[in-house]
């Protein structure tokens, strides 16, 4: 199946910083998604992303679907200790119903 | 709304044996759920797709002989791993999405282990 690619691999922050990760496919996406999952659970969906161009907020959360609809990033601004696990970009293909999963960031934050 | 509900959540079973998990849709009615499966800090690898009343459709590289899928109603997809291996070993997760555009929700997961 395919993969996205996902970066940074990891990251470790201070608590407050912001932070950004991105997902790139080779593929034309119609769909983003972005979950962030916990040791041990399944992912949980931050935010839907579904026209080229879309910015999407959710709290401290941003995510945009860009333009070339081949890429999409997720903000975090302000973060805190809870904000750690591993976040997972997902796209849909054009004409497919299955989703694809980018190789996850793990986010570390120091109080 | 939307939830999934995936059980057991862990299971051991022993080599050659098969072990069936289930994953339900609490609250909708989901015509079309996924398999992934996630090995230790690595991501989701979409294993199959469940439709129901018809047969899965697997990605390239899934033994469908060794992963049965079966979704026989529109809230319930199992999946059962024939045959184990201790490389069966794995994190199991399903998910499924409600009508119109709200994303896929996932089930807890299921942490199998083969001794």
């Known amino acids: 199946g395919q993969q996205l690619n996902q970066s940074p691999q990891s990251m470790f922050i201070q608590e407050g910083e912001d932070v950004s990760m991105n997902c790139t496919s080779s593929s034309i996406f119609n769909t983003w998604l972005w979950y962030k999952q916990d040791p041990g659970e399944g992912p949980v969906l931050l935010i839907a992303l579904y026209k080229a161009g879309e910015l999407t907020s959710n709290g401290r959360l941003t995510a945009q679907f860009g333009i070339t609809r081949k890429d999409s990033f997720l903000n975090i601004s302000a973060s805190i200790p809870s904000d750690v696990g591993i976040y997972f970009c997902a796209g849909q293909e054009e004409n497919f119903n299955k989703f694809y999963f980018g190789s996850g960031t793990k986010l570390n934050v120091k109080p | 709304g939307a939830v999934v509900s995936q059980h057991p959540s862990w299971v051991i079973c022993k080599s050659g044996t098969s072990v069936k998990i289930e994953c339900r849709s609490l609250?909708?009615?989901?015509?079309?759920m996924f398999w992934y499966r996630q090995f230790p800090k690595q991501s989701l690898m979409l294993m199959a797709t469940s439709n129901e009343g018809s047969k899965a459709t697997y990605e390239q590289g899934v033994e469908k002989d060794k992963f049965l899928i079966n979704h026989a109603s529109l809230t319930l997809s199992t999946l059962t791993v024939t045959s184990a291996h201790p490389e069966d070993s794995s994190f199991y997760i399903c998910?499924?999405?409600?009508?119109?555009?709200?994303?896929?929700?996932f089930g807890s997961g299921t942490r199998l282990t083969v001794v």
């Open positions: 609250d909708f009615q989901a015509t079309t």
């Open positions: 998910s499924a999405s409600l009508p119109g555009r709200y994303g896929y929700t």
